[in-house]
């Protein structure tokens, strides 16, 4: 059972380039998003979507871009790197409603030199 | 502000006893309350899930109340072990899908 996959499981980037995080999940799941963690802060939701076509904003969208073509894959794009980006990036899956347990990939280490 | 808040960010407890983490959260009550065990390196994963209308919520050693009146939900671990040490998270789940978690108590069950 895959689950929620992410990959890469760690990168390193210079400010200013720019890298796609990628995020599949093979569980029919309608909803997807994704966090950052950062120490301290906990886990703040970036974008999020209810379907293919549909997405959203979360909580600190500043600096990334996501779409949703299809129902597995959910891309978070960072345009142009900052040193503020680093962080865990994690994406998570789950059905439409509130009340459904959310399923977490382990995670993007991101470093931004 | 939809904030939530653990109280303790590290909590030690003797193998055996029964662990208590708190969250708080502000402004009107969410529909529910989700915990979340994060493990070093690895995505959460999902435990327990109560609504606003329960008072408590069990799952083997696992119980989670909570109070509508406090804004607070307890989660407790009965007859801790070692390997129930990780990091404990809670989210409230609102309306549109958005999920706000907490920032986690890290426990530490020593043996």
């Known amino acids: 059972n895959a689950g929620v996959t992410q990959t890469p499981k760690f990168q390193v980037l210079k400010t200013g380039q720019s890298m796609t995080l990628q995020c599949a999940q093979d569980?029919?799941?309608?909803?997807m998003s994704w966090y950052r963690q950062d120490p301290g802060m906990g886990l703040r939701l970036i974008h999020y979507s209810v379907g293919a076509g549909i997405t959203d904003q979360g909580e600190v969208p500043n600096g990334y871009n996501v779409s949703r073509s299809t129902t597995e894959d959910f891309p978070l794009r960072l345009l142009s790197a900052a040193p503020s980006q680093t962080s865990v990036y994690f994406c998570?899956?789950?059905?439409?409603?509130?009340?459904?347990?959310?399923?977490f990939g382990d995670g993007t280490r991101l470093s931004i030199l | 502000s939809q904030k939530i808040e653990q109280n303790s960010e590290a909590l030690n407890i003797q193998e055996g006893k029964t662990a208590t983490l708190t969250c708080n959260y502000t402004?009107?009550?969410?529909?529910?309350l989700q915990w979340y065990r994060q493990d070093p390196g690895r995505g959460p994963v999902f435990l327990l899930l109560i609504r606003e209308n329960e008072k408590e919520k069990r799952k083997e050693r696992l119980k989670v109340t909570f109070d509508t009146t406090l804004k607070q939900s307890l989660f407790h671990i009965t007859a801790s072990q070692p390997a129930d040490s990780a990091t404990y998270l809670c989210a409230r789940a609102l309306s549109g899908n958005q999920f706000y978690f907490g920032t986690g108590t890290s426990l530490t069950v020593i043996p």
């Open positions: 402004n009107y009550s969410p529909a529910y």
């Open positions: 998570a899956s789950s059905y439409r409603q509130t009340n459904q347990p959310q399923h």
């Open positions: 569980m029919n799941h309608e909803y």
